[in-house]
Structures are given as C-alpha cells and as structure tokens.
C-alpha cells in the first residue's frame, strides 16, 4: 500500500513540478535583461490550455503523429521514474536500470523524430535530423558518465551508483553532464528555445506541425526530460547519500534550482553556437565525462578509500563551476549563426 | 524420445517439397513440414538437454556420418527453422510462380537445398562433412542469389559473393585439414587440451569472418544481400551469416583460442559495428542499408564473443557468462528482426519496384500493416525497450560494465567498447529514423509510390510471426534465457555453475508495464484528439502556398550530418551541377557512397595480381628455342641445387 502510495508520490512530483523549471529559467533570463518575464507557471497555463484545445493536423500525417508523442511521454516519464530521488531511493532499482534508462531517452527520441519526419515538411527533417546527429554524441557522454559511476561504486543500478559519495572526478563529471543537459533539452548554446527561424531550430522545429493535446504532451515530456537530466547530474555530483534525509532533500531541491538559474544564466549570457562548432562542443563534454572516468578509475584502484574524504562544501559549488566551465568551450566558439 | 524422428521429418519435408517444387502447395506445406519439425527438434534439443549423437555406419567420402545435435547446434537449429519457415511462407507469394514462371520452381529446389546442408553443418561432428555441407550451402545460395541472372548487376553480385564465399573455403579447408593432420582424424570434438592447436584459430577467424561479414571482410555483402530476392536476403542475412558465427562459437569453444585471440574478436566486432552502421547511414538502396546494418549486428555478436573470450582466457566467468549470452541472443534476435525487415522491404520492392529510397515515400497509405511491421522491426534494431534489441545489447552493456568495473586489463577494452557500442546504438537509430521516415512517412515521391498496394497475406503472415517472436523475447526475456544459458554452458561447460543471475524477471515486468502505458496514453491521445475536434490542414512549410513532395528531406540530407563525420571512410563522391546566374536552367546534386574496402583495397590488390600474372605470361610465347633455353636453365638449376644439396 506504502509502495503505491510511494509510486503515486513521485509520478505527482514528475508531473507538476516538471514544468516549473523552464519558468524558473525564463524567469532568470528575464531578470538578466531587465524585464519581468512570464509568470513563473506560464507552461502550467499553457498546458491546461493546449490540453483543451482542437488539433490541426498535417494532411501528410499517419496515426502515428499522435501516437508518437504519446509513446516518447511514456518513455520519458517511466526513465524519470527509474531515477533515485535523494534520499527517497528509486521506487524500482535492478541491475543494469542505468541502461535501460539510456535507452528509455533513446525510445522518446525515435518517437519524436518519427512523428517529426511524418509530416514531409523539410524543416523538420532538418530538425530531426539534427536531433538523432547530436545525440550520438551526448549518448557516448552519458553512456561514459554512467562508466565512471559504474566504475566508482561497483554497481550497475541507477539508486546504488547515484545515492554513495560523489567521486574524485565529481566536477569534472558534473561539468560534461551540464553540457548533455543543455544538448539533450536544446538549450543555448545548442538550440535557441525563443528563436523564430526554423532553418536554426532542433526541438522547436520538429513540432511545429502538432497542436493541441499532442503539442501539450511534447511539452509536459520536454520539461521532465529537463527536471530529469537536472534530477541526474545534481545526484551525480553531490554527496547526498552521506547526509541525513532531511538536508539531503532540502540540498536536491536547492541544487536543482541551482541547476535551473545556470541554464538561465547560460541561456542569458551565450550566444547560440554555429552548427558545425556544435559537435565540438558535445565532444568536449564527452571528453570532459571521460576524464571523470579515468579520475575515478585512479581513485579506486589507488586502494585508500578516498571517496568519504572527499569535502562536501567542495562538491555543493560543483552546480555552478559546472555552468562556469560550460561556458568556457560556448565563449571561444560562440559565433552567432 | 530423441530429436531423431522429428529431424527425419524434416529432411523428409525438405526432400518432399524438393521433389514436388513445381506445385507450389505441395512445396509450401511439405517444407513448412520441414521446418516445424526441425524447429521442435531444435527446441527439444535445447530444452531437454542431452546431446543427440547419430552414428548410422554408413561412410561417405571415407568417413563414417555422424551427426551430433547438441545446445549449440540446436540454438541455431531454431533459428534457421524459424526464419525458414517464415521464408518459404513468405516465398509463396512474393517468388509466386506468375510473375516468376521460370526461375520460381528451381528457387524452391535450391531454397530447400540451402535449409537442409546449413542444417547438416550444424549437425555434422565430421570435418569433412562439415566442408561438404558447407561447401554446398554456398552454392545454393549463389543460385538463390542469381534468380534474376539478366540483370547485369545480380551476376556481378553474385560472382562477388562466390568469390569471396571460396577465399573463406578455402581457409577452411587449411584449417580442417591441419586439424585433421594434427588430430590424426576428421572427427570433430572438445581438444582443448591441446595448446598447439591454438593457431588454427586466425584460419578459422579468417575463413568463417569472410561468412560472417566482419568489417573488412564484408566485401560481398551489400551488393549480394540486395540483389537477392527479398525471401533469401532474409535467410542470408538472418541465418546464413550467422553460419560463420557458428563456426566461431564452435570452434573456439572446442579448440584452445590463442591468447590474443579475444581482443582481436572484440576489436573486429567493434569496428564492424561502428563503421557497419556508418556504411548503412549512407546508403540510398534500401535493402542495402539492411545489409549494412546486418554487418553492425555481426559486430554487436562479436563484441560480446569477443569479451566472453578474453573472461575465459582470464578465468572471470560472471561477466564472460553476461558477454556471450548477449552475444547469442542477439544471433536470434537479429536473424528475427533483420529477416522482418528485409521481408518489408520485399513488400515496398514488390509494391514499388524500386529500392531507391529517393523514390520512395508516404506508403503508410498503401500498405499500413507493412509499414506498421516495419517501424517495429526499426525499433527492435535500434535496441528500443520493450523490444527484442535491447534485451540482448542490455545483457553485452552488462558484460562490458561489469569488465570495466573488475578494473583488469579487460577493462581497457571493455570502457571503448561499452562507448562505441553506445554510439552504434545511437547511430543505428538515426538511420532507422531515416528509412521509416522516408520509405513510409511524408508524402510519395514517385508515381511508383504513389501506386503501391499491401501485400498480400502470406507476406504479412510472415512477417507477423517474425514480428510476434521479437515482442515475444522483448516482453518476456526470462522464458528464453535457459535456453541461452544452456548454449553457454556447452561452449564452456565449466561456466555452467557461475551462471549470474540476471534480472530478467523486472526487466521483463517493466517492458510489459512500459507497452500497456504506452497503449494507454496512445488511446487517451487519440481519443482527447477526436474529443477535441480535429481540423486538417497542409503542412507547415514556411508559408509556401503549394507545398511538393520534392520539397521533403531526402534520406541523404538526413544522414549529411552523421556521413560528413564519417567521410573519412566513407569517401562521398559528389556530382554537384551548382545554380548558376540569376535565372539558372538547371542544377543537379548526386551523391553516393562508394564500397570503400571493395573500390580501394580489393580491387587495386586484384588488379595487382592481374598486372603481375599478365607480366609473367610474357615468359609464354610460343618460341621453341627459349623454351629449350628455360628447360635447360631449370636442368642445370636442379642439378646446382642436388650439387650444393650433397655438399651439405
């Protein structure tokens, strides 16, 4: 009964608080520039609002335009479900969930992209096709990421390699995954969520064609995949196994959104990078997860038990230095397309 | 109770449907017969356990027949009775005797020629019968291949295949002879006591690689595997392939394997599987990216032999045990996917015509069911959850974490490998978005598209029952892992009781929850989109007011990205006509992907040899007076030599 209490808890906290991310980081963009910005639950209204709306759709399109959204919602929230939450734990926890995990954003992507090309419009060929190119990329970077977890704790379950110590290589780890966040969610300096040019968009292209409950959907996922890379890299990063469950939790909510003002901070001071320097990009924080794999490797074969040496306080600036060395790669490359 | 009777059956269903090939019913339930029984042989063998050893006495060629049934044989037993039976289902109707009145009943002849002798080097435990068997199984297919010999391209195909189908043989027969010669007979058995017999293995890699089509042996591959009918690229490419992973599993679980020899596996298996799907991206033929893709899955076989190798040469049975039992589910679960999807794009070549993808386009219309059978085909090879794919690329992640966790040398390996594999997952997904949303998505490209029709149902049959076997080993994994335990205990028997314990129970329960939820949330939407009111409209396209298909993203457009970082190996030619002048007449681009391995090292080295045979042929040239000169030369040679010779 607990259990299902415990399932219920979670999907309520996927579902609703999801979307206050991106208002957080609207909200910082528009505090940056001077503005006041939309009202922090401005996704909210528009969701409940697209959810009631009429669909227009493609007389290009097959059924599998409204299916395809629904299955990447699916995909994206069961991968959510399978993250640990601080200190609460994950509600299921198996050998090799980090795996399926991968393969769970890999599903939600299949399915955008379908849906995407469905409709025979070359914009969202070009979006798609970004998306599906990118990700090669950000997936060796997260595939790698998971190595050095796998590699610091030994285990291969998402709750086991998430809740310990953070390791050696936390920062650095902690700056590659930054990286993927703002890659996977088309974030500046890969895509510009605001742009209105669809020759240089990647998410926002491949849906330009859907409407209504089906647009409310890819929304909703889009916000969650955000919360759940954010969800990631905070757990990656931070020692909150070693704290007690209240600080513990009060310490993920901060660090989260500590995550969310860096991509506003990001989003308000970089330029959207070139198309070509965007696998350079990507490949730096491939490289930078990878250095995070040898640091770790090197820590534990060097047999003192350093991972409880490591300083908490040193670890709580990792969200930032994080932004801080992200931006780094954007700032000598960042060119405006 | 043996598999004995049921494997009598079988030959006797071949034999039947053989002899009666020119009535295409008879044909059909005889071989399906056929079939069905070898796969409850397989299944029994499998099940069951004992091995099934059949020593009739009788001798041929100067050895006694013996034909031994054990896990191995049967794990692949099942899969070639599977894919055949869904084949000739499949056959029936695609290779139907009205459109093909000439080569159709010899296709059945030779179609159940090559299901019976890959059966028979499955079973053989007699080197000699082995090369027999194997020997004759590639004919076959070259004759199934050939079906169409007027066109000038399928002979070419087909030479290709031939030739390098012998450069294989003939490393086989180097290495079953220097095996019979050191074992002192032909039999075939465990020796892996016998350390001197480990550099038999590079024959062995070589002669069943070529088979297999590892990277750069894969020289025959795309152009046999297209040009083939679409029933027999399906067995090719799910089976007949597999034949030269089988030789591998085999022979390296009886003989020693040299000390390299893993990493060299797993090495090839990770370039087959990057640059298998690399080729694939940049294909424009249809059923030639699926034989791209079918060299990326050997190498995602490979990878995890490879690793299971390198554990037993190092004595770690848990993650060797995780490594192989990937590796050999994902021999089924490619032979099921990949003879799914060729057996769809049989269906839009025999609805279309063509196998250009740049022809293709919007044939979800026409033929939903297909299209529908194909994008799960496309999931499964992509390695999506709740799919077959995965659960096998899940369990070589799991072989390769764990490597990279033991921190030993293996782990120097297993960390690339892991990432590689990672992006060939990636990469396999991009180019499976690209076929379904071109071949079936958008609108019709061509008049051909525009026209094309659902096949009919025996096609369809076909491919649900291979459909249905995907979902069946994505849904419910655990019912299938004995078997795959089993096969890995008879290539290392004592692995049997490090058998790890996998959670294929949950993860068979998540994929389950996974597809209800998904059906769930696709029926809420669709029902919340009727509610709502559903208004159609043209597509968006910047405002253009008339929207063509010609305006859609062609698969090379969509690949650019991902070929232009390949392009290293790749090497795109293009042949660009750009716009010229204000008001330009006309423009072309035409892009295209050469055979790298074939156009830049086989055929340079071929003709080589040719320049060096045609300058040695100018020693021949009819002039009895040097040749008295060449004999006596060679006289006086021979008697230096014996001079020298006794010197010594």
Redesign the interface.
């Given at each position: 009964m607990s259990h299902g209490l415990d399932v219920l808890a979670r999907l309520a906290f996927w579902l609703v608080l999801a979307p206050l991310v991106p208002g957080i980081i609207n909200k910082v963009k528009a505090w940056v520039a001077g503005r006041r910005g939309p009202p922090l639950f401005q996704l909210y209204f528009d969701l409940a609002k697209l959810?009631?709306?009429?669909?227009?759709?493609?007389?290009?399109?097959?059924?599998?335009h409204?299916?395809g959204?629904?299955?990447a919602?699916?995909?994206l929230?069961?991968a959510a479900l399978l993250l640990p939450l601080g200190p609460a734990g994950a509600i299921?926890s198996?050998?090799?969930d980090a795996?399926?995990f991968?393969?769970?954003l890999?599903?939600a992507?299949?399915c955008t992209?379908?849906a995407?090309?469905?409709?025979?419009?070359?914009?969202?060929?070009?979006g798609?096709?970004?998306e599906?190119?990118y990700?090669?990329?950000s997936?060796?970077a997260?595939?790698?990421a998971?190595?050095t977890l796998?590699?610091q704790t030994?285990s291969?379950s998402l709750g086991a390699m998430l809740a310990p110590a953070a390791g050696p290589g936390a920062a650095v780890l902690a700056a590659g995954l930054f990286v993927v966040l703002l890659a996977e969610n088309c974030r500046v300096p890969f895509d510009d969520p605001n742009t209105h040019l669809?020759l240089t968009m990647v998410h926002e292209v491949m849906v330009?064609?859907h409407s209504?409950?089906?647009l409310a959907?890819i929304l909703h996922g889009a916000s969650v995949k955000l919360l759940l890379f954010a969800t990631l890299l905070v757990q990656a990063a931070l020692p909150l196994g070693q704290w007690p469950a209240g600080p513990a939790a009060g310490l993920l909510v901060i660090s989260l959104l500590g995550v969310a003002v860096g991509v506003g901070l990001v989003e308000s001071l970089l330029a959207r990078l070139a198309f070509q320097r965007v696998?350079l990009l990507l490949t730096t924080a491939f490289i930078l997860c990878l250095f995070a794999?040898l640091t770790s490797?090197k820590a534990?074969?060097s047999s003192e038990a350093r991972q409880g040496a490591m300083n908490p306080a040193e670890c709580r600036c990792s969200g930032t230095r994080a932004a801080h060395s992200a931006a780094l790669p954007g700032e000598s490359g960042g060119k405006r397309a | 109770m043996s598999p004995g009777p049921l494997l009598l059956v079988a030959f006797l269903g071949l034999t039947a449907g053989t002899a009666g090939c020119r009535r295409m019913r008879f044909w059909l339930v005889a071989t399906l017969t056929g079939c069905a029984s070898g796969l409850a042989a397989g299944a029994w063998a499998l099940i069951a356990g004992p091995v099934w050893d059949w020593e009739p006495g009788v001798a041929l060629g100067g050895q006694s027949v013996h034909l031994r049934l054990d896990a191995i044989s049967a794990f692949f037993l099942v899969l070639l009775a599977l894919l055949g039976g869904a084949g000739s289902l499949y056959a029936s109707e695609y290779w139907a005797d009205r459109a093909h009145p000439a080569s159709a009943p010899p296709g059945r002849v030779w179609w159940n020629a090559l299901l019976g002798f890959m059966a028979l080097v499955l079973m053989s435990a007699n080197g000699l019968h082995f090369l027999m068997a194997w020997e004759l199984f590639a004919v076959c297919a070259y004759f199934l291949i050939t079906r169409e010999r007027h066109k000038r391209e399928v002979r070419a195909a087909g030479w290709l295949y031939l030739a390098a189908s012998h450069t294989g043989t003939l490393c086989l027969f180097a290495f079953f002879t220097s095996l019979a010669s050191r074992t002192g007979s032909w039999e075939l058995g465990p020796l892996r006591d016998r350390p001197d017999l480990a550099p038999l293995f590079w024959l062995a890699l070589f002669g069943f690689g070529v088979k297999a089509g590892l990277f750069p042996l894969h020289v025959w591959l795309p152009s046999a595997h297209a040009n083939a009918p679409s029933h027999v690229s399906a067995i090719l490419s799910g089976v007949a392939i597999k034949m030269g992973i089988y030789g591998l599993v085999r022979f390296s679980g009886w003989l020693p394997v040299p000390e390299a020899g893993g990493w060299v596996v797993a090495g090839l298996g990770v370039a087959s599987a990057v640059l298998g799907v690399a080729f694939a991206l940049g294909q424009h033929d249809l059923k030639r990216l699926l034989a791209y893709h079918s060299v990326e899955n050997i190498g995602i076989i490979l990878i995890g032999l490879g690793f299971a190798l390198i554990a037993a040469a190092r004595g770690d049975a848990a993650w060797g045990c995780l490594a192989l039992a990937g590796g050999l589910l994902h021999v089924w679960n490619h032979g099921l996917f990949k003879g799914l999807l060729f057996l769809g794009a049989g269906s839009v070549l025999h609805a279309t015509g063509t196998r250009e993808m740049s022809q293709l386009?919007?044939l979800?219309?026409a033929m939903?069911r297909t299209?529908l059978l194909f994008?799960l085909g496309a999931?499964a090879i992509?390695?999506?959850?709740p799919l077959n794919g995965?659960v096998s690329?899940?369990l070589v992640?799991?072989g390769l974490?764990?490597a990279?966790?033991s921190?030993g040398p293996a782990?120097w390996a297993a960390?690339p490998a892991?990432?590689l594999?990672?992006?060939t997952?990636?990469?396999a997904?991009?180019c499976?978005?690209?076929v379904?949303?071109?071949v079936?998505?958008?609108?019709p490209r061509s008049a051909a598209a525009q026209r094309a029709h659902e096949c009919g149902p025996s096609m369809r049959a076909a491919m649900m029952l291979l459909a249905a076997a995907c979902v069946a080993i994505g849904l419910a994994p655990v019912l299938f892992w004995p078997l795959v335990i089993r096969t890995v205990a008879a290539w290392r028997p004592e692995w049997n009781a490090a058998a790890p314990s996998?959670?294929l129970t949950?993860?068979g329960i998540?994929h389950v929850?996974?597809a209800l939820?998904?059906a769930l949330?696709?029926a809420?939407?669709?029902w919340?989109?009727r509610r709502?009111?559903?208004?159609?409209?043209?597509?968006?396209?910047?405002g253009y007011a008339a929207?063509s298909?010609r305006?859609?993203?062609t698969a090379g457009?969509?690949?650019?990205?991902?070929t232009g970082?390949f392009a290293w190996i790749l090497r795109p030619r293009t042949h660009a006509q750009p716009v010229v002048g204000l008001f330009p007449k006309r423009a072309s681009l035409d892009q295209h992907t050469p055979e790298t391995v074939l156009e830049d090292v086989v055929e340079p080295a071929g003709s080589m040899v040719m320049r060096l045979s045609t300058a040695v042929r100018r020693l021949q040239h009819g002039r009895m007076s040097a040749y008295i000169l060449y004999l006596l030369a060679g006289v006086a040679a021979l008697a230096l030599l014996a001079v020298w010779g006794g010197a010594r």
């Open positions: 959810w009631r709306k009429g669909v227009v759709l493609s007389t290009a399109v097959s059924p599998g409204v299916a959204p629904a299955i919602w699916v995909a929230m069961s299921l198996f050998r090799g795996l399926l991968v393969y769970l890999a599903l992507r299949f992209a379908g995407a090309l469905d409709t025979g419009s070359a914009f969202e060929g070009m798609a096709a970004r599906v190119s990700a090669i990329l997936e060796a997260v595939i790698t998971l190595l796998a590699v030994g291969l669809e330009l064609d209504g409950p089906p959907v696998p794999l490797w534990s074969t | 386009g919007g979800w219309r939903p299209a994008g999931a992509s390695g999506l959850p995965f690329e899940w992640y799991l974490f764990e990279a966790s921190r782990a960390v892991a990432i594999l990672g992006m997952g990636a990469l997904l991009a499976f978005v690209k379904c949303g071109v079936f998505l958008g609108l996998v959670p949950t993860l998540v929850a996974l939820m998904a949330a696709v809420v939407l669709g919340l989109v709502n009111g559903l208004a159609r409209a043209v597509t968006w396209d910047c929207p298909a305006m859609q993203y457009s969509f690949a650019g990205i991902i970082w």
